[in-house]
């Protein structure tokens, strides 16, 4: 059975930075693209940040020049470096990874069970 764990969340004042990372774990037989999504109180889901198994990146318009999205192909692992947060980014975040468990499979779409940012003002 595949599962994502988050680990990285936490308080932090705003102008601070916070590292995310997400690791896959499992029946894996391939992981296509990996990303981050957040969603804050009384809000939908929101796209963050994701990337391909080449490495090409697509940011939300709220994370471009702050955020920095990365993975780690070997651990199976994909991170997101967060600087100058605002008390808006204030939010449960969630990694998905679309991967195959078997060669043969179609690709799915697995979700984390998030972790939580909070800044402070």
């Known amino acids: 059975q595949v599962k994502l764990v988050e680990s990285g969340g936490g308080l932090v004042q705003a102008g601070g930075s916070l590292t995310l990372s997400c690791a896959a774990s499992?029946?894996?037989?391939?992981?296509?693209?990996m990303g981050w999504y957040r969603q804050a109180p009384g809000m939908q889901r929101e796209l963050v940040a994701v990337i391909s198994s080449g490495g090409g990146t697509n940011y939300a318009d709220s994370a471009k020049g702050r955020f920095t999205i990365s993975r780690d192909n070997a651990k199976k692992a994909v991170y997101l470096q967060m600087n100058s947060l605002k008390p808006e980014d204030t939010a449960v975040y969630s990694c998905n990874a679309v991967l195959k468990e078997y060669a043969w499979n179609d690709l799915d779409t697995y979700w984390g069970q998030g972790t939580q940012v909070t800044v402070s003002s």
């Open positions: 499992g029946r894996i037989f391939s992981i296509d693209s």
